[in-house]
Nanobody
């Protein structure tokens, strides 16, 4: 059974940094693309960044140049390094993957950017 567990969220002041982690289990991690999504209060869930098995990356325009997605296949973990955080980055951040026609989500980790 695929499980995704996010961690690393918290409260940070504008301009600060956080690193999110997502530990995957029950899957052959290294062969699947992984993604980070976020959902702000009252808004739809949106794509933040993705990384393929070949480590090709893609970012939402709103986070380009500030966020970096990476993966460590030895640790079955995908990371999201978030720098220069803004209040509009406040959201629950979710880890995501898909295989065999199924989409899997973690329970999310809350990031709050506020002074």
């Amino acid at each position: 059974q695929v499980q995704l567990v996010e961690s690393g969220g918290g409260l940070v002041t504008p301009g600060g940094s956080l690193r999110l982690s997502c530990l995957a289990s029950g899957m052959m991690f290294r062969i699947y693309a992984m993604g980070w999504y976020r959902q702000a209060p009252g808004k739809q869930r949106e794509l933040v960044a993705t990384i393929t098995s070949a480590e090709s990356t893609n970012y939402a325009d709103s986070v380009k140049g500030r966020f970096t997605i990476s993966r460590d296949n030895a640790k079955n973990t995908v990371y999201l390094q978030m720098n220069s955080l803004k209040p509009e980055d406040t959201a629950v951040y979710y880890c995501n993957t898909g295989m065999g026609g199924m989409t899997y989500w973690g329970k999310g980790t809350l990031v709050t950017v506020s002074s």
